[in-house]
Nanobody, 124 residues
Framework: QVKLVESGGASVQAGESLRLSCAHSVDTGRGKCIGWFRQAPGKKREAVAGIFTGGGDTHYADSVKGRFTISQDSAKRTVFLQMNSLKPEDTAMYYC?????????????????WGQGTQVTVSS
């Protein structure tokens, strides 16, 4: 049973940075992927970034390219989401998700296991 535990959410001012962490139990098999998604109040959940645990390939939503960086510590089975230059529109509940045989790291249905989420609030 894959387990995911997110941490690092907080309330910050616009322009500041945060680093989210996702502790997981996913191995580095082919197609295994950890993704970050977010959901703002009244909006649909959207992809933020994903990383394939085997090769380390990363993928980003256009809205966060250049500001967010996804990375991993394979030994500690932890995936990080470094978020810089935060904007009020980044305010959301951020979820970590795990998928096997993932073809597109930014597609929600590719993921079968989800964490409980961590809240990020950015004030202007």
């Amino acid at each position: 049973q894959v387990k995911l535990v997110e941490s690092g959410g907080a309330s910050v001012q616009a322009g500041e940075s945060l680093r989210l962490s996702c502790a997981h139990s996913v191995d580095t098999g082919r197609g295994k992927c950890i993704g970050w998604f977010r959901q703002a109040p009244g909006k649909k959940r959207e992809a933020v970034a994903g990383i394939f645990t085997g090769g380390g390939d990363t993928h980003y939503a256009d809205s966060v390219k250049g500001r967010f960086t996804i990375s991993q510590d394979s030994a500690k089975r932890t995936v990080f989401l470094q978020m810089n230059s935060l904007k009020p529109e980044d305010t959301a509940m951020y979820y970590c998700a795990a998928g096997s045989y993932v073809a597109d790291a930014l597609v929600e249905v590719e993921y079968g296991v989800w964490g409980q989420g961590t809240q990020v609030t950015v004030s202007s």
